[in-house]
């Protein structure tokens, strides 16, 4: 069995090209404002990229996790890690599909699936990113509804959002059992509040945002999941899923980065020659090509096990910390071989250089996927 079939290879090319032509080609705009117009999301909506493996009775694509993944490799393909597709495709929609109630599945996945609502995720807090059972939000029952109060930040998606899975302490003495998460409804929400749309690094055209909710009133039945106090498990359970995610990313990453330094290396010369032609040029794109190859043979390993229900989160922090550390380190050494022009970031391979370090810190840092790794030594 193989996730790589001809149906996942017809929906990587109908990915690549909307990315293409709605985000990588419109990327002045999108950095500038620092989000991405709602249209793009519909128009994703309308060629069935978003929620992919959400069932079609929920207005989901009735595909598999495949689907997704494919959606995002292409996207790591493309040269955009922007639009935050993966937050609310892969992530958000799962949660509402795997612990929502019935309810809960028909108010938000129809208008995720047409990109008429958007999705994000509120787990850290300026206090607690890697230890997310120290995170001080806390929701407060009083009768049929829970009181919110505290902060996020680093939230994808977080001032264009319509809708959000937070994390939120409900018994703030019970540690990671005190953790649960509710569904808030952002359209009209008395105490919620955008903080700033934070100055990153790269991934410009993200809206990564603060968020401040301050005695937000939410009701108690837009708990996910049947008690409070499973947040914590809920959350484990569905991050080796989110690690494929960041995984797929990457591949498309690091494959695009090595297509893109053969052409620009073949074509620019120097002395006489196409800097291809120097043994040290063709070494490292060898060894390139050689890393990219292994690492999307670990992931189609991974991404079939994940299908067959077997993947364990050992396998998935070792796919989410290879790929993303080779992601980077591939993508520095493509940008060498561009010279000056690898720093400018009219040229791919510079912006690709700025968006990648992140890889390394969300989904859970790279250390803490080595501490999941070592634990099952
Ligand atoms: C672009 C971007 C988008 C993001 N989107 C979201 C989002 O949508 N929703 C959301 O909830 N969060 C999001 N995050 C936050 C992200 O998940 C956190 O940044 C990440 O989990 C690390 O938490 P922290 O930044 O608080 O770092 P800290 O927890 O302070 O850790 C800092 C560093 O310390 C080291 N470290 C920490 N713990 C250990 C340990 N046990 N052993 C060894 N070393 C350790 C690691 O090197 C780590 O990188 C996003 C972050 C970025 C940069």
Known sequence: MTWRDDETKAVFDLALEFFEREVVARNE?????????????????????????????????GGTFAHDLAVLEAQGYSGDLS????????????????????????TWLPPMATGKVLGAIGMSEPGAGSDL????????????????????????????????????????????RGVSLVIVDLRDCPGFSVGRVLDKVGQHGADTSELS????????????????GQGFAQM?????????????????????????????????????????????TQFELAECHTIATTCS??????????????????????????????????IDRCVQLHGGYGYMREYLIARMYEDARPQRIYGGANEIMKTIIARSL
């Open 297 to 330: 043979v670990f992931l189609d390993h991974c991404i079939d096990s994940h299908l067959r229900g077997e993947l364990d989160p050992a396998e998935a922090a070792m796919v989410k910390y290879w790929l993303t550390d080779k992601q980077c380190e591939v």
């Open 133 to 176: 059972k120290a995170i001080r939000t806390t929701a407060v029952r009083d009768g049929d509804h829970y009181v919110v109060n505290g902060s996020k930040i680093f939230i994808t998606n977080g001032s264009s959002a319509e809708v959000i899975v937070l994390a939120v302490k409900t018994d703030p003495q019970a540690g990671a």
């Open 213 to 228: 909710f301050t005695d937000v009133r939410v009701p108690v039945a837009n708990l996910l999941g049947p008690q409070e």
């Open 29 to 61: 705009q999108w950095d500038a404002q620092r989000h991405i117009d709602r249209e793009v999301w519909h128009t994703a909506g309308k060629l069935g990229l978003l929620l992919c493996s959400i069932p079609d009775q929920y207005g989901g694509g």
């Open 83 to 106: 639009l935050g597709i993966s937050v609310h495709s892969g992530i958000v929609a799962h949660y509402i599909l795997e612990y929502g109630t019935e309810e809960q599945r028909a």
């Open 236 to 280: 484990m359970a569905q991050l080796p899923q989110e690690r494929l995610i960041i995984a797929a990313q990457a591949c498309g990453a690091l494959k695009r980065a090595v297509a893109e330094t053969v052409r620009y290396t073949k074509q620019r010369q120097a002395f006489g020659n196409s800097l291809f032609d120097f043994q040290n």
